[in-house]
């Protein structure tokens, strides 16, 4: 009997290890759209869970269908020290990532190295409306710094700040091409965000402060054409808003509750 117990330890490890290292890639998905209450989703996914790829997309509809929501594939590397409680991970992706980044940490704390995603702005209209039909086309670019999240229940704390610059953004709303440039910055600090909204130049002006708490947008700016720009944009800006006059001006009202 001692025999037969020496014998099976090793092989009952032995099968264990194989079955780990061939975890398939698929089995991610379903964890993705439970981190991210169905929201998110592993599309095509492809590997094993420690080398693997898939695209990002949204949680499958009643047809089951995935759509990416971002271009390229994303490809990762996974150590098995995860296993241990150590995680220490990297996230590739040549058509969306500027570099690969770096992910370290435990099983409740993590710390993402800085990066650069690079998006197009025609994915926006898959958000709803008002963006749907608005249409709009242009570069979209998310910068961050080392970010530092910490697993709480429910919920992520995140420590960094990120910053949105939209380039040369269209709509096909407007005859104006483009209509201009903007840059959102997010200031993190647990769960909640400070952000702020500005202009960088361009015939349509956005500004605005607010907070993002828990997965919740408070939002107050404002929207107006640059001067000369009053009429032809004109159709545009009833569609972002409320009127007001302010100092004299005819602006739109942006207000997020």
Do not use: H
Not at 20 to 35: H, T
Not at 92 to 100: D, G, I, K, S, T
Not at 114 to 128: F, I, K, N, T
Not at 214 to 222: C, D, H, I, V
Request: proline share 6%; charged share 15%.
């Amino acid at each position: 009997m001692k025999r037969f117990f020496l014998w099976l330890v090793p092989t009952a490890l032995a099968v264990l290890f194989t079955v780990l290292a061939f975890l398939p890639a698929s089995w991610l998905g379903p964890i993705v759209e439970e981190q991210t209450g169905g929201r998110l989703t592993l599309g095509d996914a492809q590997g094993t869970l420690w080398n693997g790829s898939a695209f990002i997309g949204g949680a499958p509809g009643q047809g089951g269908a995935v759509t990416p929501l971002l271009p390229g594939r994303f490809a990762w590397r996974l150590s098995p020290l995860v296993l241990f409680g150590q995680v220490s991970m990297t996230l590739e992706n040549p058509q969306a990532l500027v570099r690969p980044v770096r992910i370290e940490g435990s099983w409740s704390q993590w710390q993402v190295s800085s990066g650069e995603l690079l998006l197009p702005a025609e994915g926006l209209a898959g958000l709803g409306a008002p963006l749907n039909t608005l249409a709009p086309s242009g570069t979209i670019r998310l910068v961050w710094n080392t970010l530092d999240l910490l697993r709480q229940p429910n919920a992520v704390a995140i420590q960094g700040r990120t910053v949105l610059t939209l380039s040369d953004m269209g709509s096909r709303m407007s005859p104006v091409r483009p209509l201009g440039s903007y840059e959102m910055a997010f200031d993190w600090r647990g769960n909640a965000a400070d952000l702020n909204l500005r202009t960088v130049r361009g015939a349509l002006l956005l500004s605005g402060s607010g907070m993002l708490q828990n997965g919740r947008l408070r939002f107050s700016g404002q929207a107006s054409a640059a001067e000369g720009y009053e009429a032809t944009l004109g159709n545009m800006l009833n569609l972002l808003g409320q009127r007001r006059m302010v100092n004299g001006k005819n602006i739109i009202a942006l207000e997020f509750r």
